[in-house]
């Protein structure tokens, strides 16, 4: 286990919903990333917080948003949810961010949309 | 932009063993990862390599060619537990960039 943990582990919610998916790092990690993966598809960066600021951004639209708290823990939020954001919701910390910082991922929030 | 390639599906024998293979052209590149990704959970992390040649991590290894945009992911002495989706990552700054993913299945 990496000591990543993410809440909650399933979500179904309804089209034009908004949702908050929480992660929490682990212990010395400072910087979050979050990703997104489709069924039977690799998982694509939507954004990287480090230190309580964006750090970098995927191409997903604003209404993917995040935050960063002084503890290092993370939150996505999606609005106006559409049926393709029915994904896996990966976040991965790190000791840092750049080059060479492995990225330790926690097991996932599953999201569907009807 | 990130192009990164690699094969659908591989099966083989318990005790063979197996290469994955990875191509990928980028428009910024600092190393590449591979990930192991068991169904149904997160991908846990298996090598990294931002020099060229080969590192040995004991059954598994992972071989890096920059110049040649290739690398590969070696599993040795295959085990019925090694059966999962196995992800080529490029590192570029801040982010990771994977590619699909490749199945391998191990058969008895």
């Known amino acids: 286990e990496t000591g990543v943990t993410q809440s909650p582990t399933h979500l179904i919610k309804t089209r034009g919903q908004q949702v908050t998916l929480r992660c929490s790092s682990q212990?010395?990690?400072?910087?979050v990333s979050w990703y997104q993966q489709a069924l039977g598809q690799g998982p694509q960066f939507i954004f990287q917080?480090?230190?309580?600021?964006?750090?970098g951004r995927g191409n997903f639209p604003p209404r993917f948003s995040g935050l960063q708290f002084p503890n290092y823990s993370s939150e996505l939020n999606v609005n106006a949810l559409e049926l393709d954001d029915s994904a896996l919701y990966l976040c991965?910390?790190?000791?840092?961010?750049?080059?060479?910082?492995?990225?330790?991922f926690g097991p996932g929030t599953r999201l569907l949309v009807l | 932009g990130q192009n990164i390639d690699q094969p659908t599906e591989m099966t083989a024998t318990e005790g063979a063993i197996v290469q994955i293979n990875c191509t990928y052209q980028?428009?910024?590149?600092?190393?590449l990862f591979w990930y192991q990704q068991h169904a149904g959970e997160a991908p846990t992390f298996l090598s990294y390599?931002?020099?060229?040649g080969l590192e040995e991590k004991g059954r598994f290894s992972s071989f890096l060619s920059r110049s040649k945009g290739y690398s590969y992911l070696l599993l040795k002495e295959l085990q019925m537990k090694d059966s999962a989706s196995y992800l080529c990552?490029?590192?570029?700054?801040?982010?990771?960039?994977f590619g699909a993913g490749t199945t391998v299945t191990v058969r008895a």
């Open positions: 980028t428009s910024g590149f600092n190393g």
């Open positions: 991965a910390s790190s000791p840092g961010t750049g080059d060479g910082k492995t990225q330790y």
């Open positions: 390599n931002v020099l060229d």
């Open positions: 990552a490029t590192s570029n700054d801040y982010k990771l960039s």
């Open positions: 917080y480090y230190r309580e600021e964006e750090n």
């Open positions: 212990s010395g990690h400072n910087t």
